[in-house]
């Protein structure tokens, strides 16, 4: 481990893990609900992103948040860096109930980012995607991951925006509303 994880590994779990609580309590996600993450571990160490990946605390981080995003009954998905032109890693599984085609790569931590390379380690069956649409999605460090999000996402206002110096941005999509002045629309459906 290097020094950063050594001072600082308890810290920065406990924050992940609070970032996903306030996320859950605030997005009203249903089961079964796709989640994107995109991490980056530079950031995270108060460095720029793509400078410092840091294989430990790529696997902290993840480790972290997948535990209580699974419990959640949640998929996950992560975004690879451009080095892998942001691919996602996610359990084949999932990948074949959402419909999403297999693209052959595996992540390293300079190629694909520390954190992705952590949920291949860790994900049952992991495979690599080129694209998804998530209902909902975690950015610790401005990894962009926008692009991997429904069409009409929604910011999730958190308490604590932070994991070590990454600021930490969320958001929920919702259905997009059609018709004019006269349409009625499912509440459910927020």
Same mark, same amino acid.
């Given at each position: 481990m @290097?020094?950063?994880?050594?001072?600082?590994?308890?810290?920065?779990?406990?924050?992940?893990? *609070? &970032?996903v609580?306030e996320?859950?309590?605030?997005?009203?996600?249903?089961?079964?609900?796709?989640?994107v993450? /995109?991490?980056?571990?530079?950031?995270i160490?108060?460095?720029?992103i /793509?400078?410092f990946?840091n294989?430990?605390?790529?696997?902290?981080v993840? %480790?972290a948040?997948?535990? =209580?995003l699974?419990e959640?009954?949640?998929?996950?998905a992560t +975004? @690879?860096?451009e080095?892998?032109?942001?691919a996602?890693?996610?359990?084949?599984?999932?990948? +074949?109930?959402?419909?999403?085609?297999v &693209?052959? %790569?595996?992540p390293?931590?300079?190629?694909?980012?520390?954190?992705s390379?952590?949920a291949?380690?860790?994900l049952?069956?992991p &495979?690599a995607v =080129?694209h998804i +649409?998530?209902h909902? /999605?975690?950015?610790?460090g401005d $990894?962009?991951i926008g692009?991997?999000l429904?069409p009409v996402? &929604?910011p999730v *206002?958190?308490?604590?925006?932070?994991?070590g110096?990454a600021?930490v941005v969320?958001?929920r $999509?919702?259905?997009k509303y %059609?018709g004019?002045g006269r349409?009625q629309?499912?509440?459910e459906?927020?």
């Amino acid at each position: 481990m @290097c020094d950063y994880e050594n001072q600082n590994y308890e810290r920065v779990i406990g924050e992940s893990k *609070r &970032v996903v609580s306030e996320f859950l309590e605030e997005a009203n996600l249903k089961r079964g609900s796709l989640v994107v993450i /995109g991490c980056s571990t530079s950031e995270i160490a108060s460095h720029q992103i /793509g400078s410092f990946s840091n294989a430990g605390l790529g696997e902290a981080v993840f %480790v972290a948040m997948y535990e =209580e995003l699974k419990e959640a009954g949640l998929s996950v998905a992560t +975004q @690879c860096c451009e080095h892998l032109n942001r691919a996602l890693i996610m359990s084949e599984e999932d990948a +074949q109930r959402f419909g999403y085609e297999v &693209v052959n %790569v595996i992540p390293q931590p300079k190629a694909g980012g520390s954190f992705s390379t952590a949920a291949w380690k860790h994900l049952e069956h992991p &495979v690599a995607v =080129e694209h998804i +649409q998530a209902h909902a /999605g975690i950015d610790i460090g401005d $990894t962009l991951i926008g692009m991997h999000l429904r069409p009409v996402a &929604v910011p999730v *206002r958190i308490v604590h925006p932070m994991i070590g110096g990454a600021r930490v941005v969320c958001a929920r $999509t919702r259905a997009k509303y %059609v018709g004019g002045g006269r349409a009625q629309y499912n509440e459910e459906l927020e």
